[in-house]
């Protein structure tokens, strides 16, 4: 039997599934041996559940795979249920019913005869009749059997809609046969429940569902779907102003239309509604009520942490006297005040650019609390910055990922997925973190969670470099809310003031000129006035140049962009970088997918954090010698290998970690030949090469450039326009971003003050 699609013969295939050779759990692709009419026939497609013995109706075309020969590649299928007694038996005794196997279903279908499947789904009690089957067994048996047929029912249904099988699976888990209403009623609630499921398909679904476009359920997801958009530019909350107009523009309503939803949001809390200090203007700050308790828990905690404790300075100082000796180094005085601030209070901020001596300021830290027998934890947000604290300290650190015992839970927002937590946690005197300037406001709430009252909480970083790419702006609205301890070192040491990089950084970052310097061994510029040329000039430098002139690999040359688009950005510059650094050779495998071609050999980046993820690292024989969950946005690697047939490819990031991606997930990966600046926080290169001539005013400023010089270890190369260079250290435009954090932690602050001075009184 057979038919036609778009000029493409299909065939139609039935019979038992006698095996499955394949199958991937996280998207059902599946591949299948199929008994039919006596032969052994192999399908190839996705299917929401399977089991070994059921019996197939499917259609596609019959291809001939170059290694695994002739398939039919299925487009449509269905499910026959066991009409006769023999296909009862066979599907029950294959293990597709857990607790049934082969004897068993002989007996029940001895019993039964073709009536068996009749009996499970109308009279299923009935099955106790059977010696070994007891009354709770046989409903058991009842609710596998309906479950697999109400779940095939449900994904029908659901791909109606344009819902993915893997989201489909998911909505059935998550609502069981209440999914109907839900869909047909608010769909909205999907965006809500389910991962994977934003504002815009469920607006499709709503579309599809007949569901009008001023609906209140649309509008307050909407409203949400705006906030939770905001977040991913970096803040935690909007203006009324700003919300209203943005969702009203997107969901094609007047604004007041959607502004009168606000306060029943606030009523149901989902929203918070806070007042801007008087000095603002009193305006309406609106929340979605997830970040506004993050950021109002987080100042809680550290406020917490915020002890002072007795300890003389004079016998602090001496003991500093002795390390330095020991040493053989010498603080100076802003580096000695850090120490003794560390020891005296349970939390302190230690900011500073390059070259000021931070590294130093903590290793003798370290010395001081180790040689007070005190437990120390080291930990950064990225493996990078993680390894890079490890080489100049000499002590393990850690990514605060790692630290806090990441897990396999979806990101949801579920507070499970760190196993370390109040309830279990970090034990340790002493906890450092580096690199403080990347830590957003979810890991920064994780963290401090697992951070018990009494251990010193030791926060590093450049105030000066760019935000963290997720919400919040943690470390500066720390230092603004001026409630904390903090020492700024601002000593430039000698052997730094050798380096220009870290000159010019320095220069950049107090608004000062730079001039080329011709002689430069480690601050270069190579003047290129078109997009052409700045292209060639920057593929030169990564491949010919800079890998004999610093000594490395050019995969380990690391070419940063303001922007993602344009000629000049990280889209375009990889398609050009991929062409000469890895191009196409019938030794490499290749896959083309919407948002790239990936090739074995490729370098590339993850761009979300999956905590689901496995990762593993593999010693001799390819035998794995550790195991672990979670790839996190910023981590690098390369593409090992990309296996066509089971629709996967495998990267290897640092510290030798694989993860096999399946094909669906690949979207998580992007080329890392160029990235954005942005995505290079806490990443230290050998030799960055930075291609610049004209952008976006608000995105091309100092703050972004000043990032990027200082991502450099031994050379920095800017290609393109100086005048766009010198426009970049005079343009301190920086966009805004909204964060509550330095407000809340201001207001405890006064709360505190206010009882201390009641209790003074008493």
């Not at 950005?569 to 991929?578: D, K, P, T, W, Y």
């Amino acid at each position: 039997m057979g038919g036609e699609k778009g000029g493409i013969a299909l065939s139609t295939v039935e019979g038992y599934v006698e095996r499955i050779v394949y199958r991937n759990d996280d998207n059902g692709y599946s591949v299948l041996s199929v008994s039919s009419g006596g032969k052994e026939i192999t399908m190839v497609g996705t299917f929401p559940s399977i089991s070994q013995g059921e019996y197939l109706c499917a259609t596609g075309e019959e291809t001939e795979h170059p290694m695994y020969g002739p398939q039919l590649q299925v487009e449509e299928y269905s499910f026959v249920a066991p009409s006769d007694a023999e296909s009862t038996e066979r599907y029950l005794g294959s293990g597709a019913v857990k607790g049934v196997g082969a004897a068993l279903a002989a007996r029940i279908v001895r019993q039964f005869g073709d009536d068996t499947f009749r009996i499970i789904e109308e009279e299923p009690e009935r099955l106790a009749e059977i010696k070994g089957i007891s009354e709770r067994r046989a409903m058991e048996i009842a609710g596998q059997v309906a479950e697999k047929r109400d779940m095939r029912k449900a994904v029908i249904f659901l791909q109606q809609y344009g819902i993915s099988l893997n989201l489909a699976v998911k909505i059935y888990q998550q609502y069981g046969q209440e999914l109907y209403n839900i869909i047909r009623q608010n769909p909205y609630r999907l965006a809500d429940d389910i991962a994977g499921v934003g504002f815009k398909m469920a607006d499709e679904i709503a579309a599809k569902a007949g569901i009008q476009a001023d609906s209140d359920f649309r509008i307050k997801s909407g409203l949400l779907y705006t906030l939770m958009n905001a977040s991913g530019q970096g803040h935690t909350y909007l203006p009324q102003e700003e919300l209203v107009s943005q969702a009203a523009g997107m969901l094609q309503v007047l604004p007041e239309e959607a502004e009168k939803h606000i306060m029943d949001m606030v009523m149901d809390k989902r929203l918070v509604v806070k007042l801007a200090p008087a000095q603002e203007g009193r305006k309406r700050l609106v929340f979605s009520s997830s970040y506004y308790y993050m950021e109002l828990n987080s100042a809680k905690m550290l406020h917490d942490l915020n002890v002072s404790l007795e300890v003389e300075e004079f016998s602090i100082l001496g003991q500093i006297k002795k390390l330095e000796e020991g040493a053989g180094v010498e603080l100076d005085p802003q580096q000695r005040m850090a120490v003794v601030e560390a020891v005296k209070n349970g939390l302190l901020i230690l900011t500073g650019g390059p070259g000021t001596g931070k590294t130093t300021t903590i290793n003798m830290m370290i010395r001081y609390f180790t040689g007070a027998g005190m437990d120390i934890l080291l930990a950064a947000p990225t493996g990078r910055a993680a390894k890079r604290m490890t080489e100049a300290t000499g002590y393990e650190a850690q990514t605060i990922h790692r630290l806090l015992e990441v897990s396999g839970a979806p990101e949801d927002g579920a507070r499970s997925i760190f196993g370390k937590n109040e309830e279990n946690p970090l034990e340790a005197d002493v906890i450092i973190i580096d690199e403080m300037s990347m830590v957003d406001i979810n890991l920064m709430h994780a963290l401090l969670r697992a951070v018990p009252a009494g251990t010193r909480l030791i926060l590093v970083g450049d105030v000066n470099q760019l935000p963290s790419v997720g919400p919040g702006n943690v470390l500066k609205d720390m230092i603004q809310s001026r409630c904390f301890h903090m020492v700024m070192l601002t000593h430039i040491f000698r052997q730094a003031a050798q380096s220009e990089i870290i000159v010019n950084a320095h220069r950049i970052n107090s608004g000062e000129r730079v001039e080329p310097n011709p002689d430069s061994r480690d601050f270069l510029f190579v003047r290129r006035n078109q997009v052409g040329n700045v292209v060639g000039a920057t593929l030169t430098l990564v491949r010919d140049k800079l890998p004999g002139y610093v000594g490395v690999s050019f995969r380990e040359i690391q070419v940063l962009t303001p922007m993602r688009k344009g000629s000049l950005g990280v889209e375009s510059l990889n398609a050009v970088l991929q062409e000469h650094l890895n191009p196409p050779s019938p030794d490499k495998k290749e896959k083309i997918f919407a948002h790239c071609t990936l090739r074995e050999g490729d370098k590339v980046m993850q761009i979300k954090n999956n905590y689901q993820l496995e990762w593993e690292i593999q010693g001799d024989y390819h035998i794995a010698v550790d195991r672990g969950m979670g790839v996190f946005n910023g981590d690098m690697g390369v593409v090992l290998e990309i296996n066509l047939f089971a629709e996967q490819l495998t990267v290897e990031f640092e510290e030798r970690r694989r993860v096999n991606y399946s094909f669906k997930q690949v979207e998580e990966l992007e080329l890392a030949y160029a990235v954005t600046i942005h995505k290079s926080q806490g990443s230290e290169y050998p030799a960055v090469v930075i291609p610049l001539l004209a952008g976006p005013r608000m995105l091309m400023n100092r703050n972004l450039l000043y990032t990027a010089v200082t991502r450099a270890k031994t050379c920095v190369t800017i290609v393109g326009s100086v005048e766009t260079f010198q426009e970049m250290i005079d343009n301190v435009q920086e966009q805004r971003r909204y964060s509550g954090l330095a407000d809340r932690i201001r207001e405890l602050c006064a709360l505190q003050e206010e009882s201390q001075r009641a209790d003074d009184v008493i």
